[in-house]
């Protein structure tokens, strides 16, 4: 109603409950404080004066209070306690609230574990695919190695072979032939000390002493204890040298 606007107006109700008619008021005494006023069965009014019954008229008076905002200690308001759940009060409500508190810091940790868990593992899976990259690759080092190793030892026969003959034309005073499977013996395994020996051998026996000095010293560089070729060197030093002193070389 328009009435007393200031403290929020008059209130004015009224129903009808399937047995008879009630209507209220409710009037602000202040902007906090208000007093209620109510008729039940007014269609009765008339018989007030009758014997009590379920339909008899009555009268409601109540009283009520605004409680102000922001009051301290209330359940609810700013600066007071957290809410308690129904049918929970008294000094254990506070323990159960702590305990809540805790358990939700002990699921957030947990959580943060999991996504970092989760982040470990992805990290593992990428090294373990690094790892066995790094194996393939290794066992396809492996295979290389050992392949170059069968063809290092088939071209180390090659070669013997070739020196085998070298030594035979050797004998036999063919220095040219010896020469050339001396020469295909270094183009099958250019490490082969003996090899540089023999060349040095039959260079000097055709006539070329510093060719031939040139190969006895790349045998020695290769097999730093190759006597035989030491002597040869020391002797041709000395003027001495001897077709003889191959000893070696022609065995």
Do not use: C
Request: hydrophobic residues 35%; aromatic residues 8%; neutral net charge.
């Amino acid at each position: 109603t328009p009435y007393m606007p200031k403290w929020g107006g008059i209130d004015f109700v009224g129903e009808f409950d399937g047995s008879g008619l009630n209507v209220g008021l409710r009037i602000p005494l202040t902007s906090d404080y208000r007093l209620g006023l109510g008729f039940t069965h007014i269609e009765n009014l008339p018989d007030f004066s009758e014997k009590y019954s379920a339909k008899h008229p009555g009268i409601i008076l109540n009283f009520t209070m605004n409680v102000p905002k922001g009051v301290s200690g209330l359940p609810g308001m700013p600066g007071g306690p957290s809410p308690v759940p129904d049918g929970i009060a008294g000094p254990g409500a506070g323990i159960i609230d702590s305990t809540l508190m805790a358990a939700d810091g002990a699921v957030t940790v947990l959580r943060d574990s999991l996504k970092l868990s989760r982040h470990q593992v992805r990290n593992l899976a990428t090294q373990v695919s690094l790892l066995q990259q790094k194996s393939v690759s290794l066992a396809d080092s492996v295979k290389s190695l050992n392949l170059e190793k069968n063809v290092s030892q088939k071209n180390i026969n090659r070669a013997m072979r070739h020196l085998s003959r070298s030594l035979r034309y050797f004998h036999s005073g063919d220095y040219r032939e010896a020469l050339q499977e001396v020469e295909t013996a270094l183009e099958l395994n250019p490490n082969l000390a003996l090899a540089y020996a023999r060349r040095g051998s039959i260079y000097y026996q055709l006539g070329d002493p510093q060719r031939a000095t040139i190969n006895w010293n790349l045998a020695l560089q290769m097999d730093p204890e190759y006597d035989d070729v030491r002597n040869i060197l020391k002797a041709l030093h000395e003027n001495r040298l001897k077709t003889t002193s191959f000893s070696r070389d022609e065995d």
